[in-house]
């Protein structure tokens, strides 16, 4: 399981805006995209949503009750040459959704140091 760990840096509350003040919100949006593709595929709105739900409370309680790191329980779960590593393949070439949410988390700690100025 995770372990808390008190941050000792003030230099870096900007960042941990970015990601724990921010992040809930990109989680959300996360899952209402989810969502969407599950019903743009045709599964009704009530059963793509639960589906979708359930889905991030599972990898979030598995990655948090793990101590394995992030990339390899992503591992365990792709099938390189089945559905999973069709999906992936789409989310990780060229490192496209990194380089968004680094974009994403960037704009939000520079706007935490801007409000601070």
């Known amino acids: 399981m995770a372990k808390w760990r008190e941050l000792t840096d003030a230099t870096l509350m900007d960042a941990v805006t970015a990601v724990s003040g921010s992040g809930p919100a990109y989680i959300f949006h996360f899952i209402e995209s989810i969502h969407s593709a599950a019903v743009w595929i045709s599964l009704p709105t009530e059963t793509g949503k639960l ?7 599972g990898a979030a309680v598995v990655a948090n009750a793990n101590s394995r790191e992030i990339e390899e329980l992503r591992q365990q779960v792709n099938s390189a040459n089945g559905t999973t590593g069709a999906a992936l ?3 990780m070439t060229d490192g496209k959704l990194n380089r ?3 974009d994403v988390a960037k704009a939000a700690r520079d706007r935490s140091v801007e409000q601070r100025a």
Do not use: D, E, H
């Open 89 to 91: 393949s789409v989310l």
């Open 100 to 102: 968004l949410l680094n």
């Open 51 to 57: 589906l979708t739900l359930q889905t991030v409370y």
